[in-house]
């Protein structure tokens, strides 16, 4: 018999479509939850429970189910979507109080991050279903959430059909890995907003369109309520919420009407009042505006753009207004006005080709395998800018929102990752069409939710799944939504670092030699920047030639850099029966099969010290070289030299 968890052409049932708005109006639900662990997902709770923290990792809380690292090969054998017999399954339960203040309110359930697939249920009923290890669920429990106490069940499924497409380099762990929390708005409410802050084709004035989607709930549409925006330093604008109307019913075009559909067809000969008039009116009647959108566009004249040496944002707040002109809902984002593309060979932002000095980060933590808290992320982000990056790819999976918030603050480049790796059918899930509805909902999901975040300058549809009919599929959705940002997929340029490309804006392969990439961008055949998705596997001594890839780079233009290979050692904390602890690997919990030490490949040990490399790179990353006469390059003026090197940068950045 089939179920959600082996059905790869299922991803949801129930579950809201993904948006980017943010509710201040929530209560939390981080914290001690009931707990038990069960063999397979058909087993029958107990009576007996534990307690357990969310969010957390049941495989990081004495649980029988222990962490399990592979690389390349999955845990357990067979072709998708075949599981194991043993499929632990974890059943997280709680009392929630709906306050009375709620009455009236649409209620939504949002869900962090469950691995890997999550089922709802509210007072024994159902409520829905989601997949997707690493973006949020969110479910609507207005009908069953009246004021007062309910119970509210997780139920966290480990291994599924969407575990095939998981397959990254990292631990196996199963549960709740980000935070829990239910939200309210009003039954006409704010479904989601888009924010497009561009720069003009001179590069001086920002561009603004701010594209808001309104749902009008149980009652329908309503017309008279309206948009606005409100950006700190410029006026405020307005706009209507488009409802239906009743008069433009479906008819037959007039001979008139024929002509100027076949003149701004063919770019024929119409007249300007057919033009401005004309055309308008007969458009908004053939394609309407959809119900509940509200669009603005504006220009913002000497804009401070954004980047990751200076990441100026602005406040703007997007305002709903009932038809009495009364305010019912207010969300403010952080804008950065910036733009990205890629022109011949090169990769721009704001009109420069910039260094991609980036490295790739997991979600990574020694005590808590893949909790990690803003607090610890914003650690990591001021570590990386210290140390000379300006770029991290999200490896391989979106990463929490709080850390895009984190970069765009900070000011990082960020490439995106869908949460898709098939490595171990590197070439035959990315052709299956049952996994097809997988491939575009979470890349379609990614963007939606990260879309307004001036960090981002590319979408990477996932890693090592090979390339395939799923990848276009993608990719033909992501292009057509956001056609702002370049594409990235290493699977897609794997073979012909040349081919012409509908995927791949960037030429990113992984571990090339210096000879290969040079000899690339100088032998006439290169069609697009290149970037490298993985460079100078940090495991052991292997970030050497570091200096050498980057004189390399410097040198040779097409060459725009890359992502060391990674932040951070995934080796975990463990308490040994003698009380001793230590940091352990593939293996060292009993886990088979393993991939042993591969775990240990990060910049900086488990606990965030830095290793050499990432003082090399961080003289290598300096935008300033002072340099020493030959009669005075003693080891203390050296290292006094390079020290002030660094203070000139600092102050200089500032200055600007």
Known sequence: MRTPWTTPEVVSVGRLPMHSVPHADRIPLDGTWRFQLLRVPDDVPGSRWREIEVPGLWTMADTWDHPHYTNVRMPFPGDPPTLPEV???????????????????????????????????????????????????????????????????L???????????????????????????????????????????????????????????????????????????????????????????AAAAPRFLSDTETRLVSGIASHGTLTEEERQVGWPALQRLWDPEPTGRARIATTVPGVRPWSAEVPVLHRLEVVLRDPAGAERERVAYHVGFRRVEVRGLDLLVNGRRVYIRGVNRHDADPDHGRVVSPAAMRAELEAMKRFGFNALRTAHYPNDPALLDLADSLGLYVIAEADIESHAFWGTICDDPRYLPAWVDRVARMAIRDKNHCSVIAWSLGNESGYGANHDAAAAWLRRYDPSRPLHYEGAIKWDWASPQGVSDLTCPMYPTIASIVEHATNGTQRHPLVMCEYSHAMGNSNGTLAETWDAIEATPGLQGGFIWEWRDHALEQRLPDGRRRWAYGGDFGDHPNDGTFCADG??????????????????????????????????????????????????????
């Open 87 to 153: 499929n632990p399954t974890g059943i997280y339960e709680r009392t929630i109080e709906i306050p009375d203040a709620w009455d009236g309110k649409r209620i939504v359930l949002h869900v962090g991050a469950a691995e890997s697939v999550l089922i709802v249920s509210l007072d024994g009923r159902e409520v829905g279903l989601g997949k997707d290890s690493h973006l949020a669920h969110e479910f609507d429990l207005t009908e069953l959430a009246d004021p007062g106490s309910h119970t509210l069940r």
């Open 155 to 245: 139920t966290v499924v480990k291994w599924s059909d969407a575990t095939y497409i998981e397959d990254q380099d990292q631990w196996w762990h199963g549960g709740i890995s980000r935070s829990v929390w239910l939200y309210a708005t009003d039954p006409v409410h704010l479904a989601d907003v888009r924010i497009d802050a561009g720069l003009d084709d001179r590069l001086t004035d920002g561009t603004l369109a701010v594209t808001a989607q309104v749902a009008f709930g149980p009652g329908g549409p309503e017309a008279g309520w309206t948009v606005g925006i409100e950006l700190a330093g410029s006026d405020p604008l307005i706009a209507p919420v488009a409802v239906p109307d």
């Open 603 to 656: 910049l900086t040990w488990p606990d965030r010290r830095p290793k050499p490399a990432l003082w090399e790179h961080r003289q290598l990353a300096l935008p300033l070289r002072l340099t020493a006469t030959p009669d005075d390059r003693s080891e203390e003026h050296t290292s006094e030299l390079q020290s002030l090197a660094y203070l000139v940068c600092r102050l200089l950045l500032e200055k600007k």
